[in-house]
């Protein structure tokens, strides 16, 4: 979806650099989340914005770190990578719930990041 | 925490062949979404599933949310070529955390012409 945009698209990079994946949405949206993606694992949370003050650890935060520099601007960083930090990685972005049912989330177009 | 398990991992069929695939949850949802992940693309919503017993039907495709709503399915007929993918279930536990979603493994779907 254009409306989410992520940078870099593809990194290759080595074990114990630091690096950062950007997330942008025109979208508008309030709520954004950070996923890795690795085969027969499904979509892991790693880390979760609801507004620009609002960060949550997701299930599998160890390792990175993110910012939320503005409400369209999502940031997750890897301090140290490590080879098992190979994966695909994507950026979601929602509005807020209503009545019972949550909101779409809408998708980047991954990075594909390997740490060697 | 909450866990979402789907099934099955791979399913291949001929094309003209049904496929369904089944997601459980651990913990009793508030509702369910499904996503379609055409191969080197990303997540792309299909449907919400709100209430217990819901049923749902897009064209070819029939989504089912339990009664318990603690698992869901979707059936595909009569699949086409253009059904090739990797479907994914995710879950919204609710509470405080409403509209964070956990996913299912997903089902990668294979279509043979």
């Known amino acids: 979806d254009a409306d989410v945009t992520q940078t870099p698209r593809n990194r290759i990079t080595k074990t114990g650099k630091r690096i950062m994946l950007e997330c942008s949405q025109t979208k508008g949206h309030d709520r954004m989340y950070w996923y890795r993606q690795d085969p027969g694992l499904g979509l892991r949370l790693i880390y979760y914005s609801f507004d620009v003050k609002d960060i949550n650890k997701g299930e599998i935060s160890d390792g990175y770190s993110v910012s939320r520099q503005a409400q369209a601007k999502f940031s997750l960083s890897l301090e140290s990578a490590i080879p098992n930090q190979t994966a695909l990685y994507f950026c979601?972005?929602?509005?807020?719930?209503?009545?019972?049912?949550?909101?779409?989330?809408?998708f980047g177009p991954g990075t594909r990041l390997t740490v060697t | 925490g909450q866990q979402v398990m789907q099934i099955p991992q791979y399913q291949h069929v001929q094309e003209g062949e049904d496929f369904t695939t089944y997601c459980n949850s651990s913990t009793t949802l508030s509702n369910i979404q499904w996503y379609k992940q055409r191969p080197g693309g990303h997540p792309v919503f299909l449907i919400q599933?709100?209430?217990?017993?819901e049923v749902k039907k897009q064209k070819r495709l029939t989504f089912q949310f339990g009664e318990a709503k603690k698992n869901s399915s979707l059936h595909i007929t009569a699949t086409q070529t253009t059904d090739v993918g990797t479907y994914f279930c995710a879950g919204d536990a609710g509470g405080t955390s409403y509209g964070k979603l956990t996913f299912g493994q997903g089902t990668i779907l294979t279509v043979h012409p």
């Open positions: 599933l709100v209430k217990s017993g």
């Open positions: 979601a972005t929602s509005d807020l719930p209503v009545g019972q049912g949550a909101r779409e989330q809408y």
